[in-house]
């Protein structure tokens, strides 16, 4: 499974951005999508994640309430809408997948995008 994640950019304090998971895979509606993000010096930390069905979604929770999270599996993409966005949502964003049921942790995560860099300045 190959992720495209796409969508980051420098943006101003409480500005919005749209985050994408995109992937050709057949099977994409079998795995659930995690976003997660390292910010410089820091540990990858878990933001959200979506199950494979689309019936459950989490967040961690200095972005719950302020990002969402939603997938297509007609269109093989998970989007990420991030809003009022502040400077320690700073980082660079990656899109994960793992068949069935997600998880909050990195490591049970098996396919990785590239990751996308957030830049939000105050």
């Known amino acids: 499974v190959q992720l495209q994640a796409s969508g980051g950019g420098t943006v101003q304090a409480g500005a919005s951005l749209r985050l994408s998971c995109e992937t050709s895979a057949r099977t994409f509606g079998s795995y659930s999508v995690g976003w997660f993000r390292q910010a410089p010096g820091k540990e990858r930390e878990f933001v959200s994640y979506?199950?494979?069905?689309?019936?459950?979604?989490y967040y961690r929770d200095s972005v719950r309430g302020r990002f969402t999270i939603s997938r297509d599996n007609k269109d093989n993409t998970v989007a990420l809408h991030m809003n009022s966005l502040k400077p320690e949502d700073t980082a660079v964003y990656y899109c994960a997948a793992k068949a069935y049921r997600g998880s909050f942790s990195a490591r049970d995560y098996d396919y990785w995008g590239q990751g996308t860099l957030v830049t939000v300045s105050s």
């Open positions: 979506i199950s494979w069905d689309g019936e459950n979604t």
